[in-house]
């Protein structure tokens, strides 16, 4: 069974820009998770995405937002890009919201704003 | 709110060596607490996790962590380094007793020498 797949691995964007970052969950998965990973700030949560309903949200400004589409994948969405944004972008996906069920995180979308 | 602290952020040692990673958390309700890994350039793998019953829980890779309520802890250990233990490592709480909206500490780096 193919894992989490994230797309694209690296993206280089300037300040001011837009970006859209994609992840295909675990066949199956209906829950997909998005996390932003910065060696100051560390792992954060950032939203959750359950039968295409925002079910949780980080502490993250408006500029951060994401859908979830019928087929259960994901995208989420930075504009007016800032320097600070640069991070390792993980999304993780399990098979329901909210169980014990573990979480499943792909490779990440390294993103660096210049 | 919960928190996880993970003192220290490096720690090395010697191949065949007990492996010891702290963490403590802070919670107002009964935690739910994770360990996951991280490779270099990959997402995270979860070790363990503890949510109810045993206070001792294993996990992959001849990983274990013991549940200490009296000590807020729930410290990684392992009794024999090997050189692929090499990685980043992660503990977490959940809010609600699920794999929803974690709240990672800043994580350990754990170097391993021959």
């Known amino acids: 069974k193919a894992g989490v797949t994230q797309t694209p691995r690296y993206l280089i964007k300037t300040r001011g820009q837009q970006v859209t970052l994609s992840c295909s969950p675990i066949?199956?998965?209906?829950?997909v998770s998005w996390y932003q990973q910065t060696p100051g700030q560390g792992l954060q949560f950032l939203f959750e995405y359950f039968s295409e309903t925002q079910r949780n949200k980080g502490n993250f400004p408006g500029r951060f937002s994401g859908r979830q589409f019928s087929n259960s994948r994901s995208e989420m969405n930075v504009s007016t890009l800032e320097l600070g944004d640069s991070a390792l972008y993980l999304c993780a996906s399990s098979p329901r919201q909210g169980d014990n069920s573990p979480l499943h995180f792909g490779n990440g979308t390294r993103l660096t704003v210049t | 709110a919960q928190s996880v602290t993970q003192l220290g952020s490096h720690v090395s040692v010697s191949e065949g060596a007990l492996v010891l990673l702290r963490c403590n958390y802070s919670?107002?309700?009964?935690?739910?607490l994770f360990w996951y890994v991280q490779y270099p350039n990959q997402g995270l793998q979860l070790l363990l996790k503890y949510t109810t019953g045993a206070t001792l829980v294993k996990g992959i890779n001849g990983f274990e962590a013991e549940f200490k309520k009296s000590e807020t802890s729930f410290h990684l250990t392992k009794p024999s380094a090997h050189m692929s233990d090499a990685a980043e490592y992660f503990c977490a709480v959940s809010p609600t007793g699920a794999n929803s909206k974690l709240t990672f500490g800043k994580g350990i780096t754990l170097s391993v020498r021959p």
């Open positions: 919670s107002s309700v009964p935690p739910y």
């Open positions: 066949s199956g998965h209906r829950s």
